[in-house]
Each structure stands twice: as structure tokens, then as C-alpha cells.
């Protein structure tokens, strides 16, 4: 299947600083790119859905300025979380799709551990 | 609203155990159905599918049916080995949805030697 790498895997960082969370299509063209957050024990959350060249869509409860979703190109969408604080550890995880289509299969990055402390 | 709901984990089995997990779904409509695993420190990967009911997904020796009648898509494997150790999960795509899926809470695996 195609590749999706999420880079970093864990970062720690001190409250009130920003954080950077890159996911990149490394051998296809992905049009449609979302962001999952999973807390422990718990479900992946759809915190938005991005479309190259446009402004990302937010879920509902998603803060849009402390989540800021950057799609610039076909092969890298960046999720950063500004100003960030112990709640905002989590799990976070991309996923990407390529062409358009339901039955399009999106592939998943390896996930980003953060703790904020 | 659609909703997936899996049971909870861990299940701990002994290697060549019978393994079952179960999977029910509310959802309008005609969704597709998808389990995806976790193993330590990786990603999600697809392991099976089916997108129409009675359809029977299959992968890696797991295997799952697509029951409309009963709402549930349950993951079996009949001989479970120690690198199935994972976190499962449970997923639809409902059938108006531009690929956005909602899950299940996940389920860990642990198999023993």
C-alpha cells in the first residue's frame, strides 16, 4: 500500500510553547488529508479533514487557532498545536488519500506521541 | 448519529487460541465496515473490509461478515499467534460520508507464548 510517514513519532515539549506534526505522502498525490487525535483508552476523534490548496475543515469542538492545519502542497499537510498545554497531550494521527472517490482508501502515518508538561 | 461500539479490551489469549472480537454498528443507510490494527509503535493499517452486507472480509487469517441483520462485523482469527499482539479497530464509513470514519474505542490483544 502507499506511504504516509508522520514525523516526529514523540515529541515532549514545555507548556506554552508550539508544536509542529508533519505528514507527508512519500509515493502519491494526497488530495484529502485528516488529522485524528486518540486519548488514552479512548477512540480516534476526526479533528479535521484538509483539501490541498484550501482551509481545513474543523469538527465541531475543535478549537481552528490552536489546531492550525496547513495543506500546502499534494505531499505534506502540517498540524500545529500553539501554545500548547498538559490537556493537549494525546495521540495525534494523519491519514491520507489521493484521488477523489468514497471507495478511495486513505493510508495512515505512524502517529505522534505529545506530552506537554 | 452512526456509532461503533467494540468490546473491551485487553483479551489476553494463549498462542493458537480462537479468537473473536466482537464489532456492532448503528448507522442509517448502507455503511462499509473496516477493522484496522495497531501494532506497537506503528501506525494504523487496513487489515479487512466489506462494503456491502453478507460480504465476508478477509486478511492475514482474520476474517469478519458484514451481518446487517444483526449490525456487526466481528473479527475472528481461528489460530492466533504472538505477533498478532495489536490494538484492533473497529470502523464504518457511512454511505454518505466523503471517507470520514467513525470508530470504535479499539481493543488490545495480547497473545502469550
Known amino acids: 500500500g502507499a506511504v504516509v510517514s508522520q514525523h516526529p513519532s514523540r515529541v515532549i515539549c514545555k507548556s506554552g510553547t508550539s508544536v509542529k506534526i508533519e505528514c507527508r505522502s512519500l509515493?502519491?498525490?494526497?488530495?484529502?488529508m485528516f488529522w485524528y487525535r486518540q486519548f488514552p483508552k479512548q477512540s480516534l476523534m476526526l479533528m479535521a479533514t484538509?483539501?490541498?490548496?484550501?482551509?481545513?475543515?474543523?469538527e465541531q469542538g475543535v478549537e481552528k487557532d490552536k489546531f492550525l492545519i496547513n495543506h500546502a502542497s499534494l505531499t505534506l499537510s502540517t498540524l500545529t498545536v500553539t501554545s500548547a498545554h498538559p490537556e493537549d497531550s494525546s495521540f495525534y494521527i494523519c491519514?491520507?488519500?489521493?484521488?477523489?472517490?468514497?471507495?478511495?482508501?486513505?493510508?495512515f502515518g505512524q502517529g505522534t506521541r505529545l506530552t506537554v508538561v | 448519529g452512526n456509532s461503533v461500539t467494540q468490546m473491551e479490551g485487553p483479551v489476553t489469549l494463549s498462542e493458537e487460541a480462537f479468537l473473536t472480537i466482537n464489532c456492532t454498528y448503528t448507522a442509517t443507510g448502507y455503511p462499509s465496515l473496516f477493522w484496522y490494527v495497531q501494532y506497537p509503535g506503528e501506525g494504523l493499517q487496513l487489515l479487512l473490509k466489506?462494503?456491502?452486507a453478507d460480504d465476508k472480509g478477509s486478511n492475514k487469517g482474520f476474517e469478519a461478515t458484514y451481518r446487517k441483520e444483526t449490525t456487526s462485523f466481528h473479527l475472528e482469527k481461528g489460530s492466533v499467534q504472538v505477533s498478532d499482539s495489536a490494538v484492533y479497530f473497529c470502523?464504518?464509513?457511512?454511505?454518505?460520508?466523503?471517507?470520514?470514519?467513525?470508530w470504535g474505542a479499539g481493543t488490545k490483544l495480547i497473545i502469550k507464548p
Open positions: 509515493d502519491f498525490q494526497a488530495t484529502t
Open positions: 491519514s491520507a488519500r489521493g484521488k477523489t472517490g468514497r471507495n478511495t482508501e486513505a493510508f
Open positions: 466489506a462494503t456491502k
Open positions: 470502523a464504518l464509513k457511512g454511505s454518505d460520508s466523503n471517507y470520514q470514519l467513525i
Open positions: 484538509s483539501n490541498e490548496g484550501s482551509k481545513a475543515t474543523y
